[in-house]
Every structure is written in C-alpha cells, then in structure tokens.
C-alpha cells in the first residue's frame, strides 16, 4: 500500500485550516463535512464532500482527473474505474433543487472545475477565526 506521508496532506503547523470554504452558493464545513445551501445541508458523502472541498480551493481553476485521484482518494495509480466522473454525477444531483448542477463545470481539456467566482467574505472570517 502507498501510503502518503502525513506532511503532504497537512499543512504546518502554524497554517490554520478553514472550517468554512465557500463554493458559489454552497458554504462548505469542514466540522461538519458537508455543505449547505441557505440552511438546507447537502448530506454530502466524505468523498462528495472532499471532492467539492478540493474544487472550491481553487475556483475557476482546472484540476485534473489525476490529481483529484492522488488528493481525494489518495491513490496514485489509473484506476479501471470512473470513480471520479460518478461522485461529480453525485454532487450535481445534489446540488440540482438548487439550480446549481452547473457549479462543477467539466473542463474542455479534461478534469473539472469550480465555475464560481473566488470570495472573500465568508473565507475571510473562517481564516480570522470567527465563525
């Protein structure tokens, strides 16, 4: 088994890890592992959720099916299944009563993509450390 050292899925020490990361309309919570939209949760599954957790840390920019295979699931390895395309069917039709299946937008070039504008507000006040 390949094992990811532990300080490749940890920042340092003195880095703070968000509760709360914004993806669009979606506030995810890292405490809760799950987002919500208004005060409706989403009932993400833990891959669902880090999927969408990985996505929103970049928004607008391209990630690949082969790094959200080594960052989500961790494996580093092609595997034979479509894994990856089946939980982005999952988290659209989870965010579909809301309008907003078009928040994971599938890149020309492969991979996906948050299709939200960065934020500043809420990320602003999960890092300062108010809820």
């Known amino acids: ?43 993400l599954h833990p891959r669902e959720f880090a999927l969408l957790w990985r996505l929103a840390e970049q928004p607008g920019e391209r990630i690949t099916r082969q790094q959200l295979l080594a ?20 988290v659209r039709a989870k965010l579909e009563p809301f309008g907003l299946v078009r928040l994971i937008a599938t890149h020309p070039d492969g991979g996906y993509f948050l299709d939200a504008p960065p934020t500043t507000g809420l990320r602003s006040l999960a890092e300062s450390g108010h809820p």
């Open 1 to 43: 088994m390949n094992a990811v050292p532990a300080h490749h899925q940890f920042p340092g020490r003195d880095a703070m890890i968000p509760r709360f990361r914004e993806a669009g309309d979606v506030t995810l919570d890292l405490f809760h592992r799950d987002g919500r939209v208004d005060d409706r949760w989403l009932a």
């Open 71 to 90: 960052e989500v699931w961790p494996i580093h390895f092609e595997p034979e299944t479509n894994s990856v395309a089946v939980h982005v069917a999952r």
